[in-house]
Nanobody, 121 residues
Framework: QVQLVESGGGLVQPGGSLRLSCAAS????????MGWYRQAPGNERELVAV???????NTADSVKGRFTVSRDNAKNLMYLQMNSLKSEDTAAYYC???????????????WGRGIQVTVSS
């Protein structure tokens, strides 16, 4: 079983920055993709950014140029650097990882519990 834990959220003023981290642990053989999703009250969960094990990354148009996703494969960590934050970025942010693990290298698709980011003056 693979566990994901997010950290780094909180309250920030518009225009400010935050850096989210996601730590994966457990019986991990490989993590093919890691991603950040977010969900605001009353909205569906949406993809913010995704990054492959090779470092190829894609970000949603709504955050392009402001958010940057990165990962440390050796440590099973993923980061989301969020700059120029806007009130509409307020949401619970979730970490997702897809890969293989366990003694039989079974596929997994795991989620963190989420962390709140609030952008407000």
């Amino acid at each position: 079983q693979v566990q994901l834990v997010e950290s780094g959220g909180g309250l920030v003023q518009p225009g400010g920055s935050l850096r989210l981290s996601c730590a994966a642990s457990g019986s991990i053989f490989s993590i093919d993709y890691m991603g950040w999703y977010r969900q605001a009250p009353g909205n569906e969960r949406e993809l913010v950014a995704v990054i492959s094990s090779g470092g190829s990354a894609n970000t949603a148009d709504s955050v392009k140029g402001r958010f940057t996703v990165s990962r440390d494969n050796a440590k099973n960590l993923m980061y989301l650097q969020m700059n120029s934050l806007k009130s509409e970025d307020t949401a619970a942010y979730y970490c997702n990882a897809v890969g293989a693990g366990g003694s039989r290298r079974e596929r997994f698709n795991s989620w963190g519990r989420g962390i709140q980011v609030t952008v407000s003056s």
